[in-house]
């Protein structure tokens, strides 16, 4: 049972977080294709915005690593240890799906912008790096609480 | 010298007679010319004036007709145009200006010009059509003035050789005649006189003879 | 979290740097004559299209017309959208066959543009045929059946049952289109009403305004535009009608000098603004309908424009019409 719980937390941190990435990396990818498709010369603009979604995978994928660390070096799971590790998971696997769909919204609609008014494409960038700094915070209190 | 005549006091008395006819014609003629003249320069006065607004009138119409060609599709603007919901009918007419008969046309519109609908055409065809029903009175009245115009024109041309004729040839010709019977005949009464004066002397000195 | 707009609306927002720029329309306006507007095309989207050299607007009008609705039917999911894009040239086949069928057109047919989705064969015997109406969309088999029970019907009662059509088609397929683009197109529908009543009002039959000649859908109800026309209040009316505020000095302008040209252009700017702030919702197909929109716009404005050109019209009176520069 204690097994269960704790990596549990692993599997939420990086599934949920990776699922959110996915998503969002999907979604401002279409976008940027379809811009593409038009004006092949803006892929250096739009690079960075169809990648911003996916950072929250990887925070996702770091909390889940460090904690599948601490499990393994774990001789006994204490049910308090599980539900600690549990616990560690979820910040970041929740912040990370829900901030990379929203990013990825935005990351559209910077796509948008960056065809409409190439100057004032990286204002677009901009505001999809503020949805990102809600996933950092979820990172870093999941980071916080690992056991 | 066309009129060759014989020399004599009856055929002077007619030439009188024919010229004086002449003069008076040729007067009734000139009088009747001047006339003319008025009513055609009146006639190319209102002419012009009306050729002028509705001149005017179209090139406003057209302008607008521009915008209403070029914002509706083709198809559509002749299917609003193939049903016309107006039925325009010419009355024609007579009037007289001295002996001639000139026509004059007049034109009555019945039913509504706007027969399409409202959402495939712009307004601009209602605005252009409205200026083309509302010129047509005008431009078919305007067809009765410009063939008033060329019959009168006719008629002055008609009249003026006429007087001319009189004025340059029968008239002098006629004058001619008869200055020309005139002289002969003094001629002739000249010679008849030296004639008898001469018979007289004769005839005074045949007596003087005889008395001696 | 699947969404069908995506790559669409972005392709469109690059495609969007095709439409005519200000600078452009600036020099199109002060182009010499018809030839040195199509040397300036040239160099833009509609350079691609044979015949611009020739000056043979129509056919590159025609061609450009062609790719941008290919365009929209390759990249739109939504069936709603191309309908309602293409059934408007289905509708408007539908009046010249209808309507020389029932009253008397000449002989050899009337001129039809090529078919939207429905083939002129069906269209043509739509009104005859109970099993081809079937094939139709509602409205206009609606509008069918309407006509073929009416006897001997006069050109404009026709007119106005497919004006009716027209517009309930257009609204069926793009009411669907999210909360901004059915602003835009009850907009489009008061300003229709408004000029509806206008031109009535100017051709003198003020007994033939009644709320059944306007249409139905748009910000304000029929019946109270019609009341507003015959009170003779129409432009304080159109003052309070939201987004058509600006239209009110333009009506009071066009009921005394009884030239639209003025406020033709003004509806025009009120959409066209109305179709820029739309774009920008981008989960949705309103940024798509919006761009043919534009693009029809763009290419009425350039037919006014090179025919007036062509015309020799001068600039101070093109500007009267076109709200563009």
């Known amino acids: 049972m204690n097994e269960f719980l704790s990596y549990s937390g692993v599997a939420i941190a990086a599934a949920l977080a990776g699922i959110g990435s996915a998503v969002g990396v999907g979604m401002v990818g279409q976008a940027a294709a379809g811009v593409l498709s038009v004006d092949p010369k803006k892929f250096g603009k739009l690079l960075l915005l169809v990648a911003l979604p996916g950072t929250q995978g990887i925070y996702g994928f770091v909390i889940a690593f460090l904690l599948l660390q601490r499990i393994t070096a774990q001789t006994t799971l204490t049910s308090d240890f599980a539900l600690q590790s549990f616990l560690a998971g979820i910040p970041v696997a929740l912040t990370g799906l829900l901030s990379a769909i929203h990013q990825a919204k935005v990351g559209v609609s910077g796509v948008a912008l960056a065809a409409k008014q190439p100057a004032d494409a990286t204002k677009g960038l901009i505001l999809a790096v503020f949805v990102e700094f809600y996933a950092i915070l979820g990172f870093l209190v999941s980071f916080l609480m690992l056991p | 010298m066309a009129v060759v005549v014989r020399a004599t006091r009856m055929e002077l008395q007619t030439l009188r007679k024919r010229s004086v006819l002449a003069r008076r014609g040729h007067k009734l003629l000139k009088d009747k010319l001047d006339e003319l003249m008025r009513q055609f320069k009146i006639l190319i006065a209102e002419y012009m004036g009306a050729r002028q607004k509705i001149e005017g009138e179209l090139l406003e119409a057209y302008r607008e007709f521009l915008f209403a060609r070029a914002s509706m599709r083709r198809e559509a603007l002749a299917d609003a145009l193939r049903y016309p919901g107006a039925v325009a009918v010419v009355h024609g007419s007579t009037r007289k200006v001295m002996n001639l008969t000139l026509p004059e046309f007049d034109v009555s519109m019945e039913g509504s010009i706007r027969n399409y609908g409202m959402l495939d055409t712009t307004p601009e065809l209602d605005a252009s059509l409205e200026v083309f029903a509302r010129v047509l009175p005008g431009i078919v009245r305007l067809a009765g003035q410009e063939k008033a115009i060329g019959i009168l024109a006719a008629e002055i041309d008609r009249t003026r050789r006429r007087v001319n004729a009189l004025e340059y040839i029968l008239i002098p010709e006629l004058e001619e005649a008869v200055s020309r019977i005139r002289l002969k005949l003094e001629e002739i009464e000249r010679g008849n006189l030296t004639r008898l004066m001469k018979v007289k002397k004769m005839a005074e000195r045949k007596r003087e003879g005889t008395l001696l | ?325």
């Open chain 3, 1 to 325: 979290m699947r969404n069908p707009y995506l790559y669409p609306n972005g392709r469109i927002g690059a495609l969007e740097k095709d439409l005519l720029p200000a600078r452009t329309w600036q020099m199109l306006l002060s182009a010499a004559d018809s030839v040195e507007a199509s040397r300036l095309l040239a160099d833009t989207w509609y350079g691609r299209f044979p015949g611009l050299s020739q000056c043979a607007f129509e056919t590159v009008f025609e061609a450009a017309q062609a790719a941008s609705e290919q365009e929209l039917m390759e990249l739109s999911e939504d069936r709603a959208l191309v309908r309602g894009i293409l059934h408007r040239r289905d509708a408007r086949n539908a009046r010249y066959l209808w309507k020389a069928a029932l009253c008397g057109g000449n002989a050899d047919g009337p001129e039809l543009e090529k078919p939207g989705l429905v083939e002129h064969s069906l269209l043509a015997s739509a009104l005859a045929d109970e099993e081809a109406r079937k094939l139709l969309p509602a409205a206009m088999s609606a509008a069918a059946e309407e006509l073929s029970s009416l006897s001997d019907p006069s050109p404009l009662e026709v007119d106005r049952i497919l004006d009716r059509m027209a517009a309930g088609l257009e609204l069926d397929e793009f009411s669907s289109m999210g909360p901004g683009f059915r602003r835009l197109l009850e907009t489009m529908i008061d300003s229709r009403n408004v000029t509806t009543c206008i031109r009535i009002m100017l051709s003198g039959s003020r007994e033939d305004l009644s709320p059944g000649v306007l249409l139905e859908g748009g910000t304000v109800s029929r019946k109270a535009v019609c009341g507003a026309a015959l009170e003779g209040s129409l432009p304080d009316f159109v003052a309070d009608i939201e987004n058509l505020e600006r239209l009110a000095p333009f009506v009071k302008e066009t009921l005394s000098s009884r030239s639209f040209l003025e406020l033709e252009r003004e509806t025009e700017r009120v959409i066209m603004e109305m179709l820029d702030a739309g774009s920008f919702e981008l989960f949705g197909p309103a940024p798509l309908a919006a761009f043919i929109f534009k693009k029809e716009m763009e290419m009425n404005h350039l037919r006014i424009l090179l025919a007036a050109k062509a015309a020799g019209m001068d600039r101070a009176r093109l500007s009267r019409r076109l709200p563009r520069g």
